[in-house]
């Protein structure tokens, strides 16, 4: 199975700075939510594994919506109902993120440039182009960073994208080469 590449590397200027510059690029905001995610697994000692790996041991709740081409905010009570039936089957709250989450994307383009502001983490930019799948990890990512620099940005090959859950896990920041990783 090819390893799919996504790049999250950390930003270091307020979010209109990044807006303004897609746009001077020909990005419009297409998408516009707050995100709240929880995440609930059994075995709760993620030692030593991939963000993905995290991930793909969560059952992820998510409620979503109140932004721009999206419906209202979903529905507390649902989500409730959810999490009461993950505690009775023995499931433990591992997590618990909020992301203000931007979409842009231009014409010709088949994937988007998420900025995602998540809550005690900080800006980030997402961003994966199912078009270099084909190449190997290494490729893949070189590709990406060139292509977010040809939008504007600054990131050098050696800079690492900050992994989400890793980080609320350890306490601290905690980097990789791929956020789908």
């Given amino acids: 199975m090819q390893t799919i590449v996504e790049v999250g590397m950390p930003l270091k200027k307020h979010l209109i700075y990044y807006h303004d510059m897609l746009q001077k690029q020909g990005m419009q905001l297409v ?13 709760t000692n993620f030692d030593g594994l991939t963000e993905n790996q995290m991930k ?64 005690d983490l900080g800006l980030l930019v997402y ?26 940005f600054n990131f050098k090959q050696t800079d690492l994208g900050l992994d989400k859950l890793r980080t609320f896990y350890y306490g601290k920041k905690m980097y990789s080469e791929n956020q789908n990783g």
């Avoid at 041991?57 to 081409?69: H, P």
């Avoid at 009775?88 to 988007?112: A, C, E, P, S, W």
């Avoid at 961003?127 to 504007?152: A, C, F, T, V």
């Fill in 31 to 43: 998408f516009a939510c707050i995100t709240h995610d929880l995440y609930y697994a059994k075995d």
């Fill in 56 to 119: 793909n041991a969560c059952i992820r709740l998510r409620m979503s919506g109140g932004g721009i081409n999206t419906k209202p905010l979903g529905n507390n009570k649902k989500m409730l109902q959810q999490e009461q039936e993950l505690i009775k089957q023995g499931y433990t709250k591992v997590f618990d993120t909020i992301k203000f989450d931007f979409h842009y994307m231009k014409d010709g383009m088949n994937t988007r440039i998420q900025l995602q502001d998540i809550k």
């Fill in 127 to 152: 961003y994966n182009n199912h078009d270099y799948d084909k190449y190997s990890p290494k490729k893949q990512r070189e590709l990406l960073i060139k292509e977010l620099n040809g939008y504007g």
